[in-house]
Structure formats: structure tokens, C-alpha cells
């Protein structure tokens, strides 16, 4: 287990440790939430690395990382417990059979912890010999109004009230992030128990840097095009930017195919590594594409790449 980081730069070492390139204000929010104890609540478009800070911070600090992936009709027997009904009736028939008559006792028998069964946000609150987890709540905004406002008890006081057992605490609070790609908006309660950051795409140096770790086998002059050509893609008006995520994928890609430098034909057979929705893919098709190829290779030893 490693040492909680106690600055700034011992945090921005921490994520560079575990290959994860931040700038100084992710860095800076990520520190306050550790120290502060608070949850910290990333926003921004998918893609863009808010999932890999939480696997990346328990990699690098050595705790588990206990993830809680949100989806529609969530609710808490699949997020926080819910009780194994069938070993209960067991337990039930078989002290009757015993001729166990004390129906106070039999009851307190099977709502006894043995017969829980956790799940993520429970096993959360669980002490450990590795330190407090990390509790990663992912794509929080699938999920609807009910379940952020049970959120609300674990995010303030980190406890959970089962009514059977009574009140359960962190000893010591996890490591919260929640991460949001802001397909709606999620309650101003909530934020306000959180320290707060939106992870936007990497401006064209920082994307560089990212490639250089994440994607090491693309030759120098195909990541800077790649970079410069994705960052030219962002300012068009499609359905969905490519993501720092896809950036990496076709770098990988390409890298695989033994290309050096970007042409209009590899482009084109490879842009479904790049953008995922056909009307993106058929709008680059053509001239278009031949002209965001020559801008990416213009670019190239530009102040914004390289």
C-alpha cells in the first residue's frame, strides 16, 4: 500500500506513475478530494479518461478498486445488499425441524450478516488490511432520481442503514470518484456533497504526450498527424467527437497495419476505429476526408503539435 500523496506534484507523480497524463488542475482536484475526504465528481464526454483516473489511483496506491457500473432501473439489492432468501428458508426449516420454537431467535438467526450478501457501495464501507478502496460509481447519470437521492446517506456520512442490522460505517471513507457523461443533468444535491471537475479533450500537446505513452509502437511523424488530425476532427460538427480512448485505439491500429503516414485510403478503411456512427463515417467520406489529411500534415511542427 502506498502512501497517500501529500502535495500537488506528488499526485501529478502519482497518475504519471500509473501512465495516466494529467494537467495540473486534475491533478490539483484529485489531491483536495483525498485530503478532504470528499467524493469527486467528474464530468465530461465519454472517452475522455474519467474511468481510468479511478483504476489508475488504485493501481498506483495499491488499494482495490471496487466498481459500481450505473445503469437504467438500478436499484439497491443490485448496488448496496439485498439478503440470500434461499439460505434463510434453509436455515428457517431447518430449525423447525431441530424443534427450535423461539420464533424471536430464528429470526435474528437469519438476518445475521452470514446471509448478506454486499454489493459494491456495501463492501465500500468494509474495513481492509490494504486501506480504505477505492469506490469508482460509474456513468452515474444512467441511473434515475431515486438512486442519486440514496446516494446521498453513503456520500455524506459513509454509512448504510440496513433496517434488519441497523447502521453500517467506513471506518475509514473510500476513495469516491463518480464519473457522468452528462446525458442528463444529476441533482444539485449530490454535487454539492462532491468536489467537482470537467474532463475535457486534451488540448493537441497533451494528446501527443498521451500517445507517446499509451500508444508507444506508432512511429513519431503517424502520432503527430493522428493527433493533429483528430484535433482538426473535433471542430466539425459530428454526432460524437472521437474520444481520447479512440484517438489511442487508432493509434494502436495503424501501428498494427505498419503504417507510417496517414493517406486517404487507410484513413478511410480504419475511420471505424476512430468514430462509432455511420452518418460521422459517410460525412468524411471524399474530398473532405483528402483535406483533413493535407490540414494534419500542415500542421505538423506547428506550436500546437509537436
Known amino acids: 500500500m502506498t502512501t497517500l500523496p501529500a502535495s500537488i506534484d506528488e499526485t501529478l507523480a502519482l497518475l504519471t506513475k500509473g501512465d495516466y497524463v494529467a494537467d495540473r488542475a486534475l491533478a490539483t482536484v484529485v489531491f483536495l478530494s483525498i485530503r478532504m475526504g470528499r467524493p469527486l465528481f467528474l464530468e465530461g464526454e465519454a472517452g475522455v479518461g474519467k474511468t481510468e483516473i479511478a483504476k489508475v ?22 448496488a448496496v445488499y439485498e439478503w440470500d432468501y434461499a439460505r434463510q428458508m434453509m436455515a428457517i426449516r431447518l430449525a423447525e425441524a431441530a424443534g427450535e420454537a423461539d420464533r424471536a431467535r430464528i429470526e435474528h438467526d437469519v438476518f445475521s450478516e452470514r446471509y448478506l450478501i454486499k454489493r459494491p457501495l456495501l463492501q465500500a464501507l468494509e474495513a481492509s488490511t490494504e486501506g480504505a478502496p477505492v469506490l469508482l460509481v460509474d456513468e452515474l447519470d444512467r441511473t434515475d432520481e431515486a438512486f442519486e437521492a440514496f446516494l446521498l446517506e453513503i456520500l455524506s456520512d459513509f454509512q448504510v442503514t440496513i433496517p434488519e442490522l441497523g447502521t453500517i460505517r467506513a471506518t475509514t471513507p473510500p476513495i469516491v470518484i463518480i464519473t457522468s ?16 471537475h470537467w474532463v475535457d479533450y486534451p488540448d493537441a500537446q497533451r494528446e501527443l504526450d498521451i500517445l507517446r505513452v499509451k500508444a508507444p509502437g506508432a512511429p513519431q511523424r503517424l502520432t ?40 486517404a485510403s487507410m484513413v478511410s478503411d480504419t475511420l471505424g476505429v476512430l468514430l462509432k456512427y455511420q452518418d460521422d463515417i459517410q460525412k468524411l467520406q471524399g474530398g473532405d476526408l483528402q483535406k483533413l489529411i493535407d490540414e494534419a500534415k500542415a500542421g505538423i511542427g506547428s506550436p500546437s503539435v509537436g
Open 57 to 78: 489511483l488504485a493501481k498506483t496506491l495499491g488499494r482495490k478498486l471496487i466498481r459500481l457500473q450505473c445503469y437504467e432501473g438500478l436499484d439497491v439489492s443490485s
Open 181 to 196: 457523461n452528462r446525458t442528463r443533468e444529476v441533482h444539485d444535491a449530490l454535487k454539492r456533497r462532491c468536489l467537482y
Open 224 to 263: 503527430e498527424e493522428i493527433v493533429a488530425f483528430v484535433q482538426s476532427l473535433r471542430r466539425r460538427d459530428l454526432f460524437k467527437q472521437p474520444g481520447v480512448a479512440e484517438t489511442i485505439d487508432w493509434a494502436g491500429a495503424l501501428a498494427e497495419l505498419d503504417v507510417v503516414s496517414l493517406d
